[in-house]
């Protein structure tokens, strides 16, 4: 059974930090590139980070030069270091695990950035 269960949200000052953590089971973590996507109320969803199995990253324009997405192959976890976060990083934050036409989805959790 595919689990990806994301934790680590939750309500931080603006200036703040988290760290999110995707933790995957069920299927073959390593060959799967894992992504963060965040939604926004009344927004759509939209990419965050992104971490192929080949090495090759890729960020939101929005986030560049404040999150870091990071992998541990051996841990079947994915994770988002959130560094100087703002009132507009507020979202819920899911993993997504993609190969080929599969993809699997987490059920998110809340990170909140509010003096």
């Known amino acids: 059974q595919v689990q990806l269960a994301e934790s680590g949200g939750g309500l931080v000052q603006p200036g703040g930090s988290l760290r999110l953590s995707c933790a995957a089971s069920?299927?073959?973590?390593?060959?799967?590139?894992m992504s963060w996507y965040r939604q926004a109320p009344g927004k759509q969803r939209e990419l965050v980070a992104r971490?192929?199995?080949?090495?090759?990253?890729n960020y939101a324009d929005s986030v560049k030069g404040r999150f870091t997405i990071s992998r541990d192959n051996a841990r079947n976890t994915v994770y988002l270091q959130m560094n100087s976060l703002k009132p507009e990083d507020t979202a819920v934050y899911y993993c997504?695990?993609?190969?080929?036409?599969?993809?699997?989805w987490g059920q998110g959790t809340q990170v909140t950035v509010s003096s």
């Open positions: 997504k695990a993609t190969y080929s036409i599969r993809e699997y």
């Open positions: 069920g299927f073959s973590f390593s060959f799967y590139a």
């Open positions: 971490f192929s199995t080949g090495g090759n990253i």
